[in-house]
């Protein structure tokens, strides 16, 4: 038997700088964050975890607390990660850009190390993490991994099978009965991406959703032309503008916005193939509809942090030194 999970908590540092040991230690587990200022002297936190080549399980308890991930923050990571995140017991507020997600007991969180992101505690937080390479999903999903839904509900067929998943395999590896870290990856995103395809709730097959699949679905098979607006998509879906416009109020974006964010993700995924390390990058935004140079690289860099070229000289870093 292997070595079972390693713990931690405030409790063993001194008042004065256990908020500092909590925030380099949650950096060493989850990655790179910039944290809030400390909330409270009576700040308490713990953490298990234990890892095998790149599978990780994490418990983790803390008070209120926050910490945002930018691209500075980014930067500074050697590996990239998904995390699939089980809430216990307490409430968290995930952003990630517009997408303003709350977390209450039940529901799992879908995350990965590649965009950036915000945490805010807003009560005592009691969670477990599944944290695996992110690559293994990207070989599962090659084109759609970077728009999986971020969020399962607690009442879906979705959030029930994954939180089983988490439950029962958490206890056996933290213990160290499990050490074959492939296997339990390669699980872990068979599951995910079965769970994925279940709708969220009843209301999916209602007429508003079949209009916002159709809606989506002549985007992204008009999203190279530049001319594509409200107006043509309302055009060619067959409803108004106005309708497009209320189909879109739900989900926290615009129509415009939308279409922006998926020509932001078929430039990234470009830029991430090797295949095309030749291509201008002037080139790649043109050809997902984008018009403007200058106008790319902002949106781009609000988007994932950093700038287009500094994104795909990362991603051609770490394929050159995958270790």
Excluded at 28 to 44: H, I, L, N, Q
């Amino acid at each position: 038997m292997t070595a079972s999970a390693t713990e931690w908590s405030t409790a063993a540092h001194p008042r004065r700088d256990s908020y500092e040991e909590w925030e380099s230690k949650l950096q060493e587990v989850y990655g790179a964050f910039r944290f809030d200022s400390k909330p409270s002297d009576a700040f308490s936190a713990s953490i298990r975890h234990r890892v095998v080549s790149g599978f990780q399980v994490v418990d983790c308890r803390c008070d209120p607390c926050g910490a945002t991930r930018t691209g500075s923050e980014m930067s500074l990571d050697t590996r990239e990660v998904l995390g699939i995140q089980l809430v216990l017991q307490g409430r968290e507020h995930i952003s990630f850009g517009h997408e303003q997600i709350v977390l209450t007991p039940g529901d799992l969180l879908i995350w990965d190390t590649t965009r950036p992101m915000r945490f805010q505690v807003m009560e005592s937080l009691h969670k477990v993490s599944v944290l695996l390479p992110l690559a293994r999903l990207q070989s599962w999903l090659p084109r759609s991994w970077h728009s999986i839904r971020h969020k399962l509900d607690k009442d879906s067929n979705a959030a029930k099978l994954m939180a089983s998943y988490v439950r029962s395999v958490s206890p056996m590896f933290m213990s160290g009965a499990f050490s074959q870290s492939d296997g339990l990856t390669e699980s872990a995103i068979g599951l995910l991406v079965t769970a994925l395809e279940e709708p969220q709730s009843p209301i999916s097959t209602s007429l508003r959703e079949v209009q916002m699949e159709q809606v989506r679905g002549y985007i992204d098979a008009h999203l190279e032309d530049p001319e594509l607006s409200p107006a043509t998509i309302a055009n060619g879906t067959r409803i108004s503008v106005r309708y497009l416009h209320w189909l879109f109020k739900s989900t926290g974006t615009t129509a415009f916005q939308y279409v922006v964010h998926k020509r932001l993700l078929r430039c990234r995924l470009d830029l991430e193939n090797p295949r095309m390390q030749g291509r201008k990058i002037i080139d790649i935004a043109y050809s997902a509809g984008f018009q403007n140079a200058t106008h790319f690289a902002r949106r781009f860099r609000d988007e994932f942090g950093m700038s287009p070229k500094d994104y795909r000289d990362s991603r051609a870093e770490i394929a050159a030194n995958p270790g």
